[in-house]
């Protein structure tokens, strides 16, 4: 099962869960408060919503942009974080995962192995 998280638009979280390649669950959050303050509940409540617990993960992915400075920097580094805690592989993404990528993801069995870097656009936001 993989967990992706997305924040390169500014005031916007997207959480995706893959629990195998045809089935998703999705959850876009817009935030008022911010990314860094909404990011870590709306994670735990996704999960919970989809019975999920961050055991059950198998591996995360992430956005690293380009997009907004403060929201690459807070859902990365929330990924890479949760994939060293967890002994994940962690992935990146622009758009959206292929089914090929999702699915070759889904059949490893990996451990964490190094991090995501964040690509920042060269506009301000």
Not at 50 to 70: F, I, K, R
């Amino acid at each position: 099962m993989l967990l992706s998280i997305d924040t390169s638009q500014p005031n916007l979280i997207k959480l995706c869960l893959y629990k195998d390649k045809d089935e998703k669950s999705i959850h876009q959050m817009p935030t008022d408060k911010g990314q860094l303050e909404d990011l870590l509940p709306a994670i735990d409540r996704f999960l919970e919503e989809n019975n999920v617990s961050l055991q059950d993960l198998t591996a995360l992915a992430t956005n690293p942009g380009p997009g907004a400075y403060t929201g690459l920097r807070i859902g990365v580094t929330t990924a890479n974080i949760l994939a060293w805690s967890l002994d994940l592989p962690i992935y990146h993404f622009e758009n959206e995962l292929s089914t090929v990528d999702l699915h070759k993801i889904l059949q490893t069995k990996q451990k964490f192995s190094k991090f995501v870097s964040p690509k920042y656009s060269n506009t301000l936001s």
